[in-house]
Every structure is written in structure tokens, then in C-alpha cells.
């Protein structure tokens, strides 16, 4: 058995190597070959440098690939070295990043995830409800997924989930615990777009942003999301209903009391604290946006630190103010809940998109070229259509990182070309990129639910493309209204 183990071990290592080999050829190789017009040389190098980046995010790692594409975009005398360190960690978009996962590390550290969601599901207008009951907890599932992250919201939503399939007497293999269970996951991944500072929308649009020198408003962003994802909840509810058709009778007995304690649900005053600065944090970064000519000195200085000085400024304060002789953020314990792959992920983006925009590359004609006949041929309507099919197929078998990257390149192509408004395109793409639950090598969530018992492959494979599908519709159909 021992030698078993070891010689499996001997060949991952194996392949480890030879993939990363082959990713630093690309990066460091790809260069050197002749260039294919309108594609200049230094395109070819910075084209070397992101399939290298792809081919190692796929198949080895984040950390150093990206850090490795640093490297070598210093190496193509575009950048020194200190405009690269710049334009990836000193980038706005990257630091916000940073502070975002502080500030959501100490909403779940305080357990307020857990306690909203116990709240939410036992009122009286939801309990003896059963659909009511379920719509209600996938929204909460949904706005705690954008609010913490994805996988925290899975764990909380199944623990509930199991709590209420034990208590209604369901089995594995009953239709609404599968309903229930896969949903959470289903809209916690959904959900995880909702606020626009998160890792993978701060990547998708501040790749955009590279490209087009110009950010997406997140008034219509915001109202995007938040319609499509209530409707995405509704959708699949409904499908939910009439494929499965579930005996959801002994819900409506459900005893409140198994799910909130003896002692019922009480928030402490750090919580309290901690629940008014997660509010605080939305108004702060929507206000600029909704009143965008306004001249009232909150606004003005608002709009004078922007996005992320808004974010360090309420960390700021919550390492200042103490409750019972703490303060509310231990920055050193909370510094734990950065996920740093994503800021590689990011910094090492944000510049090779940049040089990828610039028309020394030859880029941007190139891919003219390409998207012109299709965006001119084809309504706006129809490409965010297609550009939302594209993202749904590709993120359930590749991380959905790369995938938004990838496709913002062809939204600035086909804006550049038909002067298309960017906003449904770059909505669509970011929340389709979240539509990974199938393949494992899609996302977390992905093998989460493909390792959960109560789900089962063959039961994951009859609710999971409708539920893909679904979203897909419901999404860029949403985008195409308010978005273009």
C-alpha cells in the first residue's frame, strides 16, 4: 500500500514538473516566434505571457504562475520593473481586494452568516410556507454568498439543510433535500457576484477596466445582479417544482425551535457593531454612483478616496474602536481570511491586460478583426446572449477567473467595433462565470456538490444542466434590458 502511495505521489510530482515546464516555455517562449499580423512583436510576447499565465492557473497552481508573468512582462522592456510592481500590487482594484476579504473574514468570524440565516427562515410569514420557506432561504444563501464567499455559505446552508431534512423526516434520495441542498450551493456561487468587490467581479471588470480605460457603473451593475438573481432563484424553484414534483407536506410543521436553540437568537454588541459597518460599506461605495453631480461634501469625499479608500476607512475604524477591550478587527488575525491567490490572480492580470490594450501590441486590431463580422452581424442583444453561453460552458470545466479574462478581451473587441454599451456584456460574463457546478475542475462549489452524498452524480446531472441553462437565460436576458 505504502509503495502504492508512493508511486502515485512520484507521479503527480512528474507531472507537476513537466506542466510547469511546459507553462514557462509558453511564457518565456512564445515570444520568439514570428509574428502573425496585426500582431506585432511585442504582442507576441505578451500573448506568450497570458496563455503561459492560463496554462499554469489550469493545471498547476495560481501563486506562482502569476508571479512568473510578472517576471516575464518585466523582461519585454514594455514596463521596468517598478511600473509592473505598480500596475499589479499597487493597482486600486488589487488593494481593495485585500481589504474586502478583512472586512467579509470579520463578518463570518463573528458568526453573523449563521445567525441572518437562522433568523430569515423562521419567521411567521415564511414557516408553514414551504416554497416561501425555500425561496426565502436560498436568498439568504445568495446574499450571505456575496457578502462572505461561496464555500463558508455552503457549509451553513447544509448544516441548516440537514437539520430541516432530519426533522421533516426526508431521506437521501428524496426529491426537496436535493432541491434545498444543491440550491444553496447553486445560489451561494450566484450570490457571490452580488457585491461588485469581490474577487472574481473586482478581476473580470478590472481587466475591462485595463482594456477600455474606463470602469463599469455600478448603479446598473448592482441592479443587474440583484434582479437576476432573484429571478434565477425563482426560475429554479419553479423548474425545481415540476421536474421533481417533492412532498414538501411535513414542512409545514417544521419546529422553529430546532433551528434557533433554547435560547433563541441573540446578537451581541460586536455583532451589532459588525452588522451596521457591513451596511455602512454598501451605502459608502453605492452613494458616488447614484449621485454622481452631486457636490454635498459626503458625496465629494466619498468620490475623492473612491472604492478603496472607502473599504480601508471602515477597517480603519473597526481596528480603532474596542468592545469590552478588543477592538471589533484583530488585523493580524484577520489578515488569515485573505485569499492571496486571488490577489496574484489579480495582480498579475491587471498589467498583462494592460499591455494587451495597448496598440503597440497590435491587439486591438487583431481583435477587431476577429469580432467585427460577428458584432456586426449580429444584434447587441444576440451577442450578450452568446457571450453568456460562451462563459456558462467554458467555467464548468475551467476556473472562472481565467474564463472572465478570456471573454473580456472579445466585450472590448465588439464595444470597439459596434459601440455597443459594455455594461450587459460585462454583467453577463461575470455572473455566468459563476455558473460552474458540474465538473469539480470548475470551482470549490463544483466538487463540493459533486462530493455530497444527499446529491449523488446521477441526481446532480438531472437538475444541474437545467439549472446552468436556466440561469444562463435569466441572466443575459436581465443584462440585455437594463444593461444595453
Not at 511546459?22 to 500573448?47: K, N, R, S
Not at 468587490?197 to 451593475?221: D, N, R
Not at 460599506?281 to 465629494?300: D, E, K, Q, R, Y
Not at 472590448?412 to 454583467?427: E, I, L, R, W
Request: charge should be positive.
Amino acid at each position: 500500500m505504502a509503495a502504492d502511495l508512493t508511486a502515485t505521489e512520484k507521479n503527480r510530482n512528474v507531472k507537476y514538473y513537466i506542466n510547469s515546464a511546459v507553462c514557462l516555455i509558453i511564457m518565456f517562449g512564445f515570444g520568439y516566434l514570428p509574428p502573425i499580423a496585426p500582431i506585432t512583436v511585442l504582442g507576441m510576447q505578451i500573448l506568450g505571457i497570458f496563455l503561459g499565465m492560463v496554462y499554469g492557473w489550469i493545471f498547476v497552481g495560481i501563486a506562482w504562475p502569476s508571479l512568473a508573468g510578472l517576471i516575464a512582462l518585466m523582461q519585454t522592456g514594455y514596463m521596468t520593473a517598478g511600473e509592473v510592481i505598480k500596475s499589479s500590487f499597487g493597482e486600486a482594484n488589487v488593494v481593495l481586494m485585500f481589504f474586502i476579504f478583512i472586512f467579509c473574514g470579520t463578518f463570518a468570524h463573528y458568526g453573523l452568516s449563521r445567525i441572518i440565516a437562522v433568523w430569515s427562515i423562521t419567521r411567521k410569514m415564511v414557516l408553514g410556507r414551504p416554497w416561501v420557506f425555500t425561496f426565502v432561504f436560498l436568498m439568504v444563501m445568495a446574499f450571505l454568498g456575496g457578502v462572505t464567499s461561496a464555500t463558508p455559505t455552503i457549509v451553513i446552508g447544509w448544516s441548516l439543510a440537514y437539520v430541516i431534512s432530519e426533522q421533516c423526516g426526508f431521506k437521501k434520495g428524496d426529491s426537496y433535500p436535493l432541491i434545498l441542498i444543491f440550491g444553496t450551493a447553486f445560489v451561494a456561487q450566484i450570490g457571490d457576484c452580488i457585491i461588485p468587490f469581490k474577487s472574481i467581479p473586482l478581476l473580470v471588470m478590472g481587466v475591462y477596466e485595463s482594456l477600455a480605460g474606463h470602469s463599469i457603473p455600478l448603479g446598473p451593475y448592482m441592479l443587474i445582479v440583484i434582479l437576476a438573481t432573484v429571478l434565477c432563484i425563482i426560475v429554479y424553484l419553479l423548474g425545481a417544482k415540476m421536474i421533481f414534483k417533492p412532498d414538501m407536506s411535513s414542512l409545514t410543521d417544521l419546529d422553529s425551535r430546532s433551528l434557533v436553540g433554547d435560547d433563541g437568537i441573540k446578537m451581541n454588541r460586536v455583532q451589532k457593531v459588525v452588522l451596521f459597518f457591513l451596511v455602512m460599506l454598501m451605502v459608502m461605495m453605492l452613494l458616488p454612483g447614484f449621485f454622481p453631480n452631486s457636490t454635498f461634501f459626503v458625496i465629494a469625499f466619498l468620490k475623492k478616496i473612491g472604492s478603496t479608500g472607502i473599504c480601508i476607512l471602515l477597517v480603519m475604524l473597526m481596528c480603532l474602536i474596542r468592545i469590552d477591550g478588543a477592538p471589533i478587527i484583530d488585523f493580524k488575525k484577520m489578515v488569515g481570511n485573505v485569499e492571496w491567490n486571488s490577489i496574484l490572480l489579480l495582480a498579475a492580470a491587471i498589467p498583462v491586460a494592460n499591455a494587451m490594450s495597448n496598440e503597440a501590441s497590435g491587439f486591438p486590431a487583431a481583435l477587431k478583426a476577429i469580432i467585427n463580422p460577428l458584432a456586426t452581424n449580429t444584434s447587441a442583444f444576440v451577442f450578450v446572449l452568446l457571450i453568456g453561453l460562451a462563459a456558462t460552458l467554458i467555467t464548468n470545466v475551467m476556473t472562472n477567473g481565467p474564463v472572465g479574462m478570456i471573454l473580456m478581451a472579445a466585450v472590448f473587441a465588439a464595444t470597439q467595433s459596434v459601440g455597443m454599451n459594455p455594461t450587459a456584456a460585462v454583467v453577463t460574463v461575470v455572473m455566468c462565470v459563476h455558473i460552474s457546478v458540474l465538473f469539480p475542475s470548475g470551482s470549490s462549489t463544483a466538487a463540493l456538490i459533486n462530493g455530497n452524498e444527499w446529491i449523488g452524480t446521477k441526481r446532480l446531472w438531472k437538475i444541474g444542466p437545467m439549472s446552468c441553462i436556466s440561469a444562463w437565460l435569466v441572466i443575459s436576458i436581465v443584462a440585455g434590458i437594463f444593461g444595453l
